[in-house]
T-cell receptor
Framework: DGGITQSPKYLFRKEGQNVTLSCEQN?????MYWYRQDPGQGLRLIYY???????QKGDIAEGYSVSREKKESFPLTVTSAQKNPTAFYLC??????????????FGPGTRLTVL | GQQLNQSPQSMFIQEGEDVSMNCTSS?????WLWYKQEPGEGPVLLIA?????ELTSNGRLTAQFGITRKDSFLNISASIPSDVGIYFC????????????FGKGITLSVRP
């Protein structure tokens, strides 16, 4: 089945450590996105990539880094510079042309807790 | 960044009732999307709207793209307990490449 996978589902990190969240899609989508969700908040865009080897900062990129070496994969690293990293992280993908490129499809999310 | 306005933050209804939600903005959008998120899961796309005035249904769900292009509405008819969740609206503005703007969501509770 086509879809987006994120791993792990739950992640615990000690303060001062970097951690990488995985996102893989087999939808053949060109564009991929990372969002952060906090309780009672909407989705805030961290980074996005519309093509392999290219990515742009979203609204809250500070303390995060990404890479896009393959079309299927868009890992997110939460660095120790991120002041408040405990949150639910969502990865999404979409096409980049035609009406349907507006439609982003989400993975199941990773809940990161900093101890 | 700009957010879409959704209110109230929570809604409580009785099973079998209809419920309507709206999403508003001060800017014009050329695409409106409605998502549902269940606890601990990612949002699932319910309905996508592409033309002003468009009315689209998906089972008991009906959504409309407002004529002014600054709002959208979602209606759920004959609610059932599994309708509980957070309903997000999202929109794309002209020239915003593929980025979406999201509302903060409305948490829907359905009493049996």
């Amino acid at each position: 089945d086509g879809g987006i996978t994120q791993s792990p589902k739950y992640l615990f990190r000690k303060e001062g450590q970097n951690v990488t969240l995985s996102c893989e899609q087999n939808l053949n989508h060109d564009a991929m996105y990372w969002y952060r969700q906090d309780p009672g908040q909407g989705l805030r865009l961290i980074y996005y990539s519309q093509i392999v080897n290219d990515f742009q900062k979203g609204d809250i990129a500070e303390g995060y880094s990404v890479s896009r070496e393959k079309k299927e994969s868009f890992p997110l690293t939460v660095t120790s510079a991120q002041k408040n990293p405990t949150a639910f992280y969502l990865c999404a993908s979409s096409g980049t042309s035609g009406e349907i490129y507006n439609e982003q499809f989400f993975g199941p999310g990773t809940r990161l807790t900093v101890l | 960044g700009q957010q879409l306005n959704q209110s109230p933050q929570s809604m409580f209804i009785q099973e079998g009732e209809d419920v309507s939600m709206n999403c508003t903005s001060s800017s014009i959008f050329n695409t409106w999307l409605w998502y549902k998120q269940e606890p601990g899961e990612g949002p699932v796309l319910l309905i996508a709207l592409y033309k002003a005035g468009e009315l689209t249904s998906n089972g008991r769900l009906t959504a409309q793209f407002g004529i002014t292009r600054k709002d959208s509405f979602l209606n759920i008819s004959a609610s059932i307990p599994s309708d509980v969740g957070i309903y997000f609206c999202a929109g794309r503005r002209t020239g915003a490449n593929s980025k979406l703007t999201f509302g903060k969501g409305i948490t829907l509770s359905v009493r049996p």
